[in-house]
């Protein structure tokens, strides 16, 4: 359904279109990203994608010729774990369960690495679409950094969850 290509400079662009609002930004990409999004920031995570041992992956989700999502897979070797963030839908493909085969290619590609034996995220508590899809694919709730965002008036909490590779293999075996 959805293949792999990594993520271009060219497509930044219509990346940030997804994006109209700080809150919008802020939850997809966290508190790292400047607001207004920046290109400079983007092409810096690009350029670790880089290497035979890269220390991120940024990838487009795509659909035949179109970008229909994103997400970026943080590679630490001393800890043997894949950090997944960023994850996002282009905004027309969103609210039509796609995130089940989203989740597929993502996991795919984490525990492609065969070191890798835990894939963690944050996601902040809010964002049911999110955890629904996160718990669906298997992800464990390990915790709660609480008030760990402002923004505005408000401050938001972060849930920390994570997969083990035993428990995503076991839910391959199962499929
Ligand atoms: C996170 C994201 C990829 C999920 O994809 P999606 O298309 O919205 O989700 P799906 O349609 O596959 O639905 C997943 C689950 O969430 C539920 N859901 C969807 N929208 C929801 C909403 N607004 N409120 C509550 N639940 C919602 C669905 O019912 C489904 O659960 P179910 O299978 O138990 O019914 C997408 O929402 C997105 O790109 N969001 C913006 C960026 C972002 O916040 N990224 C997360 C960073 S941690």
């Given amino acids: 359904m959805f293949s792999l290509r990594r993520f271009e400079k060219s497509d930044i ?6 994006f109209e609002t700080e809150r919008e930004a802020l939850q997809w990409a966290g508190a790292a990203l400047s607001w207004p999004l920046r290109r400079s920031e983007l092409i810096d995570l690009i350029k670790q994608h880089r290497g ?6 940024v990838w487009a989700v795509m659909r035949g010729e179109d970008m229909i999502g994103h997400f970026q897979i943080g590679l630490n070797r001393r800890l043997r774990t894949a950090g997944l963030g960023r994850i996002a ?17 993502i996991l795919g ?6 070191w890798v ?7 902040y508590s ?5 955890i629904r899809a996160y718990e669906h694919a298997g992800f464990v ?11 505005g008036d408000e401050i938001w909490n972060s849930h920390m969850m994570s997969l083990l590779r035993r428990e995503f293999d076991k839910r391959t075996e199962r499929e």
């Fill in 141 to 151: 709730h390990e915790g709660t950094r609480r008030e760990s965002t402002p923004i």
């Fill in 126 to 130: 809010h964002n049911h679409a999110a």
């Fill in 13 to 18: 662009r219509d990346l940030f279109t997804w």
């Fill in 89 to 105: 839908l282009a905004p027309p493909f969103r609210g039509q369960s796609l995130s089940a085969p989203l989740m597929n290619l």
């Fill in 117 to 123: 034996h835990r894939a963690d995220l944050l996601v």
């Fill in 52 to 57: 035979p041992e890269p220390t991120r992956e």
């Fill in 109 to 114: 590609q984490a525990f492609s690495h065969d």
